[in-house]
C-alpha cells in the first residue's frame, strides 16, 4: 500500500509540476458552467435540481480523463523509465493502481470545484440532495471506468496524441451503445442490451438518485477489466517471448481472461435481478410506497397488469420502457402472487392487439419520426391495461409522460409520476369491483341500520317512507345474510330507549319542520353504524326506493376502505364573451384540468343545486368561482355541511372577463357567491386583492429588432397579482399544503378569520403571502409604467402577510339558522296556511356535527385553464401544483389520504424563486468568479506545499 501511495504521489506531483493540471481543470470548470448556464439555460427552466450540471458528464468526463491518462505509460514508455519502474522491486499492480489512484484524485478535485453550483440551485430553490448526491457517485464510478480504459490504451503506445484518441474513441464507443443514436436502429429487445452495455445509460439511473446494485457492478466490472488488461500488457513488456517464460505468460493470460470473464458473467447473471437499489431522493420517489403495497398486499381476485409497448416506437418514449417494466415487475412481487404480469407487442400477437382495440378501446398513436433523410410516420402502441373482475382502466402515453421544450428546441420526455398513475388506476378498478354485498360480508361485525321516527307527525307525503326504507334495507341485508341488522325507534313512545335531546348530544339529530309556517316538527332520521364508525344518512330525491338505497349503499361504501369515492363539482355556467370589435367568443373561463386531475382518484360528477340539495352519494362537494347562486343553491351547500360533510370552496371575489376596449384581461365583481354565507362561519373573504413583490412573472410578448426584421418573443414582468407561496409561508404540518416546492393564487382575496366564531374548532391558515405584500380595492389589473415605472402598480403604504386559504374543521352553525326556508312559496305571508307542496321541503339542520370540514381559497381563477395557459408559457409545469393542492385538499375532506403520500413523492418540479435578469445575470457572474478563485486558491496552495517539501524518492531505502 506504501509503494502505491508513493506512486500516486508521484503522479500528482508530476501534474502540478506543470500548468498542466490547472488547464485541464480549469478548461474542465469553463465547459461545465457554459453548458449549466447557457446550453442548458438554467434560469430559463425555472427548475431548482441539477440534471444540467450532470446531463453533459458523460461526454465532458471523455475528455478529461483522455486527457489526464494520455501520458501515464506512454510517456514513461517513450522516455525510457518505463525499464526502470519495471526492474523495481513494485508488482505491476502496484504500478497500475497507483497511476490509477493519482488520475482519480485529480478527477475528484475537479468535480469537487462544482459544487457551488448545487449550493448555489439550493439557495435559490428546494433543492433535493439525493441525486445530487447519486450524480456525483455516478460520476466517480464513470471516470473510474474511464481511467482504468485511458490507462489501458495508454500502455499499448508510446504517443500521447494517439493514446488520446484511441480513449476517446473507445470511451466515446461504450457511451454511443446506449444512447438513443444507436438504440433507434435497433429493436426493443436488442436495444435494451446495448442500454445495459452503454456506460451513459447507466449513468442516468445513477444520477437520477437511484443506487441499482447492477449499475454499480457494472461500473466496477468495468474498471476491473480494463485494470486487469493493464496488468498483462504491463506484464508481457517484462517478459521475453521465448520457450522458458511461455507457461508464465499462458498462466498470466489466463488468470487475466478469468477474471475478465467471471466479471462478465456476473453482470450477466445480476442484470434480471430488480429491487437491489438504494432511493436517494427525499421523498423516496423511486420506490413503492406501503400504500402500494398494502393495496397490492389486500388484493382479493388476481389483477392484470398489461403493457402495451411496440417494438418500434418514438426514439424518445423507448427508453422509458424498461423503467415501466422494471416498475411493474415490483408491482408483482409485492403483490405476492396476485398480479399477474403481461408485457406484449401488439404488432406480433393480432389476437391481444384485436382484443385490446375491441374491448379496451386501446389503439396505436402515430408519432413522427424525423430521420437523416426522410421524417416517416410510426404507429405504436406506448399503454397500459389495469385489469380486476369487470373493471379495467388504462393508461397512455399522455398520462404517463411528461414532455418538456427547452430554449434550445430540444425536448426532455420522462415519465411523470409512474408509482401514482398506476395505484390510482389499481385503486379506481379494485374498489369500482367490489358490490355492498362484498362490503357487507367483509365486516367483522354486522352494520347495523336504525330508523328514528316520529309516526304521527309526519307529512302526508312521507307516510310510506318507512315502509320504503325497510324493503330497501330487507334487500340489501338479503345480500349478506346477518351482516345487516335493521331497527325502528319510534321517537314519541315513551319507551323509546333513546330520546331526542340524547340523539342531537350524540349524533347532531335535529328534527325537521313539518310545513313551512307551522310549528310542528317530525323526525326521520337513518343511524348506519359500523363498528365504531356512526354515519346519520339524509336520502334525497323523492324518497324513491332508488334514492334511499342510494342513500344507505353510499353510506356503506364510505364506512368501508374498498370503494371510490364521489367528488361533486360544481362550477360556474359556460358565458361566451365578446371581443372589442363586439364578436362572440367561446368562454373565457373552463376547469377541465381541474376535473382531469380529480378523476385519477376519484369519480367526478358535475352537480346541479338548484333543487336544493347535494345528492346523497356525494363524498365530497368542491365548488369553483362561485356566482349568481340562488338561496335554493346555497341551501343545499350549507345542508350538506351541517350533514357532517366536507366542502371545499374556491372563494374569490373577482373573475377574469375581456377588457373589451383594451382587448386584454380584466376583472369583473362576482355577484352571487357564498361570501356572507362563508362570513356566517367565521370565514371572511374581503373585497380587496392581495398584491406582493414575491409572485410568479406574467409572460409578456414582446417584438424587437434583428437585423432589419422584427422578432416576437416571450418576456417575463413582475406581476403582483400572481402570488407566490413558499413553503416558508405554508402551515406544512398539513397535509394538504406538505411537500408542495410552491404555489401560486392569481387575483387571491385575503381572507379573515373570525376567532370567536371559530371557537372550538381546529382552524390552520394553509397559505399566507409573504411581509411585503400589501392590498388594493382597485380592480384595475393592468400595469402603468407611465406612473410607476418600477413595478407598473401603486404599491401600499400597510405591508404585512396575509392569509389566503384555511382549512376548518368543527361543529358549524347553519347559515339559515333562524332564517325563512328558501322553499316558501312566493307570496304566502308568515301565520297564512301553508298551501301542500308539490314536492318534498327538505328542512332545516341548524348545526353540523364535529366531523364537518370546510377548506376555502381566497382566488377562483387558480384553477381556471387560462390561467394555466398563461403559467405555462414561462413556468411550463408549475401550475400542476395548483391542482396538486386541490388534489390534496380533496383528499383531506375525504380522509382519503392514502394517495397523499404517494402525490407527493411526484415529480412535480422544484420551482426558482423569480428573479429579474439582472439578478440572474449576477448569480451567474458569481458561480464564473467562484470557479476562478478555486483555481486561484488550489494553484498557491499547491505551489506553498511543493515550496516547503524536500524532494523524495519514489521507493525508499526501507521499501526496498
Known amino acids: 500500500m506504501k509503494q502505491m501511495l508513493s506512486i500516486t504521489r508521484k503522479e500528482i506531483e508530476g501534474y502540478f509540476g506543470s500548468p498542466m493540471a490547472l488547464i485541464f481543470v480549469g478548461a474542465f470548470l469553463l465547459v461545465t458552467l457554459f453548458s449549466f448556464f447557457w446550453v442548458d439555460t438554467f434560469f430559463a427552466r425555472g427548475i431548482a435540481d441539477v440534471r444540467p450540471l450532470f446531463r453533459w458528464m458523460p461526454l465532458l468526463m471523455i475528455f478529461l480523463v483522455a486527457a489526464l491518462t494520455m501520458r501515464q505509460w506512454s510517456e514513461e514508455q517513450r522516455s525510457g523509465t518505463l525499464e526502470v519502474l519495471l526492474t523495481l522491486p513494485v508488482r505491476p499492480i502496484q504500478l497500475v493502481v497507483g497511476k490509477f489512484l493519482a488520475v482519480m484524485a485529480l478527477v475528484i478535485v475537479a468535480l469537487a470545484l462544482t459544487f457551488f453550483l448545487p449550493i448555489t440551485v439550493s439557495l435559490l430553490g428546494n433543492l433535493d440532495w439525493g441525486p445530487v448526491l447519486g450524480g456525483y457517485l455516478a460520476a466517480i464510478l464513470l471516470a473510474a471506468a474511464y481511467a482504468a480504459i485511458g490507462l489501458f490504451v495508454s500502455s499499448r503506445t508510446d504517443n500521447q496524441i494517439v493514446a488520446l484518441m484511441l480513449t476517446a474513441l473507445l470511451c466515446g464507443l461504450f457511451y454511443l451503445l446506449g444512447s438513443g443514436g ?531 418573443e416571450i418576456q417575463a414582468m413582475n406581476y403582483p397579482f400572481f402570488v407566490d407561496v413558499r413553503p416558508d409561508a405554508m402551515a406544512t404540518a398539513s397535509p394538504i399544503v406538505s411537500n408542495l416546492p410552491a404555489v401560486t393564487l392569481n387575483w387571491a382575496s385575503p381572507i379573515t378569520v373570525d376567532e370567536a366564531k371559530n371557537a372550538g374548532r381546529q382552524v390552520t391558515a394553509l397559505l399566507r403571502s409573504s411581509p411585503a405584500s400589501w392590498t388594493q380595492t382597485d380592480i384595475n389589473i393592468q400595469p402603468n409604467f407611465d406612473l410607476y415605472p418600477d413595478t407598473g402598480f401603486a404599491v401600499g403604504s400597510e405591508r404585512a402577510s396575509h392569509t389566503l386559504a384555511v382549512a376548518v374543521q368543527g361543529s358549524f352553525e347553519s347559515f339559515f339558522k333562524g332564517k325563512p326556508s328558501p322553499f316558501a312559496a312566493a307570496g304566502t305571508e308568515e301565520g297564512a296556511e301553508a298551501p301542500p307542496p308539490e314536492e318534498p321541503v327538505p328542512g332545516t339542520i341548524e348545526a353540523s356535527p364535529d366531523t364537518a370540514r370546510l377548506v376555502v381559497f381566497g382566488s377562483g381563477e387558480f384553477v381556471n385553464d387560462t390561467v394555466f395557459n398563461i403559467s405555462s408559457r414561462l413556468t411550463r409545469d408549475r401550475y400542476l401544483n395548483s391542482l396538486k393542492l386541490m388534489q390534496n385538499a380533496v383528499a383531506w375532506a375525504t380522509e382519503d389520504l392514502d394517495l397523499l403520500s404517494i402525490r407527493s413523492r411526484g415529480t412535480y418540479a422544484r420551482v426558482l424563486k423569480p428573479m429579474t435578469e439582472s439578478e440572474q445575470s449576477l448569480w451567474e457572474g458569481a458561480n464564473y468568479a467562484v470557479a476562478l478563485l478555486s483555481l486561484i486558491v488550489l494553484g498557491v496552495l499547491w505551489s506553498v506545499r511543493r515550496r516547503n517539501e524536500q524532494p523524495m524518492e519514489l521507493i525508499t531505502t526501507n521499501d526496498q
Not at 398520462?399 to 430540444?410: A, K, P, S
Open 182 to 712: 444507436v438504440t433507434d436502429f435497433v429493436g426493443d429487445r436488442f436495444g435494451e442490451i446495448l442500454r445495459a452495455i452503454g456506460s451513459g445509460s447507466r449513468f442516468e439511473s445513477i444520477q437520477r438518485g437511484v443506487v441499482d446494485l447492477r449499475d454499480l457492478l457494472y461500473y466496477l466490472s468495468l474498471t476491473g477489466i480494463f485494470l486487469m488488461l493493464n496488468v498483462l500488457s504491463l506484464d508481457s513488456k517484462r517478459w521475453s517471448s521465448g520457450e522458458r517464460t511461455r507457461p508464465h505468460r499462458r498462466a498470466m493470460t489466463l488468470t487475466s481472461l478469468l477474471v475478465v470473464a467471471n466479471l462478465i458473467l456476473l453482470n450477466v447473471w445480476l442484470y434480471p435481478l430488480r429491487g437491489l437499489r438504494l432511493d436517494l431522493t427525499a421523498q423516496r420517489e423511486y420506490s413503492l410506497s406501503p400504500t402500494t403495497r398494502d393495496l397490492l398486499g389486500n388484493l382479493q381476485e388476481p389483477l392484470l397488469l398489461r403493457g402495451y409497448f411496440s417494438e418500434k416506437t418514438h426514439p424518445l418514449l423507448a427508453p422509458l420502457v424498461p423503467r415501466i417494466r422494471d416498475m411493474l415487475q415490483e408491482y408483482k412481487v409485492a403483490s405476492g402472487g396476485k398480479v399477474e404480469l403481461d408485457i406484449v407487442d401488439p404488432a406480433k400477437d393480432p389476437d391481444k392487439e384485436a382484443e385490446a382495440n375491441q374491448t379496451y378501446g386501446i389503439r396505436p398513436l402515430p408519432f413522427q419520426v424525423a430521420g437523416r433523410y426522410e421524417t416517416s410516420i410510426i404507429n405504436s402502441y406506448f399503454d397500459i391495461l389495469v385489469r380486476y373482475g369487470d373493471q379495467y382502466e388504462t393508461l397512455n402515453f399522455q398520462d404517463l409522460i411528461e414532455v418538456e421544450v427547452e430554449r434550445n428546441g430540444d425536448v426532455d420526455v420522462r415519465l411523470r409520476n409512474l408509482e401514482y398513475d398506476l395505484t390510482s388506476a389499481i385503486k379506481k378498478v379494485v374498489y369500482g369491483f367490489q358490490s355492498v354485498g362484498a362490503v357487507l360480508a367483509a365486516l367483522d361485525t354486522p352494520a347495523q341500520l336504525t330508523l328514528y321516527v316520529t309516526p304521527k307527525t309526519l307529512p302526508q307525503w312521507l307516510a310510506e317512507v318507512p315502509a320504503t326504507i325497510e324493503k330497501v334495507a330487507q334487500d340489501i341485508g338479503d345480500e349478506a345474510p346477518g351482516k345487516l341488522i335493521y331497527t325502528v325507534v319510534d321517537l314519541s313512545d315513551p319507551a323509546s330507549p333513546i330520546t331526542p335531546q340524547e340523539l342531537y348530544n350524540r349524533y347532531g339529530m335535529q328534527p325537521f319542520m313539518a310545513s313551512l309556517f307551522s310549528g310542528e316538527s317530525y323526525y326521520l332520521h337513518l343511524l348506519l353504524q359500523v363498528g365504531d364508525q356512526a354515519q346519520v344518512i339524509y336520502p334525497s330525491g323523492e324518497l324513491s326506493e332508488a334514492d334511499v338505497r342510494t342513500g344507505i349503499e353510499s353510506a356503506l361504501k364510505r364506512a368501508s376502505p374498498g370503494f371510490l369515492q364521489v367528488v361533486g363539482l360544481w362550477t360556474p355556467p359556460a358565458q361566451p364573451t365578446q371581443d372589442m370589435f363586439g364578436q362572440t367568443q367561446p368562454p373565457l373561463s373552463s376547469w377541465q384540468e381541474l376535473s382531469t386531475a380529480l378523476r385519477q382518484e376519484y369519480e367526478v360528477r358535475s352537480v346541479n343545486l338548484s333543487s336544493g340539495q347535494v345528492p346523497a352519494d356525494v363524498d365530497v362537494l368542491v365548488v369553483i368561482a362561485p356566482q349568481g347562486m340562488t338561496d335554493k343553491e346555497r341551501f343545499a351547500i350549507d345542508q350538506y355541511l351541517m350533514r357532517g360533510g366536507s366542502v371545499v370552496v374556491a372563494a374569490g371575489n373577482y373573475g377574469i372577463t375581456l377588457d373589451q376596449f383594451a382587448g386584454g384581461l380584466a376583472l369583473r365583481p362576482l355577484e352571487g357567491n357564498l361570501r356572507e354565507m362563508l362570513a356566517s362561519y367565521g370565514i371572511q373573504v374581503e373585497e380587496s386583492l392581495v398584491m406582493d413583490p414575491q409572485n410568479e412573472p406574467f409572460p409578456v410578448p414582446v417584438i424587437r429588432k434583428v437585423g432589419g426584421f422584427q422578432v416576437q
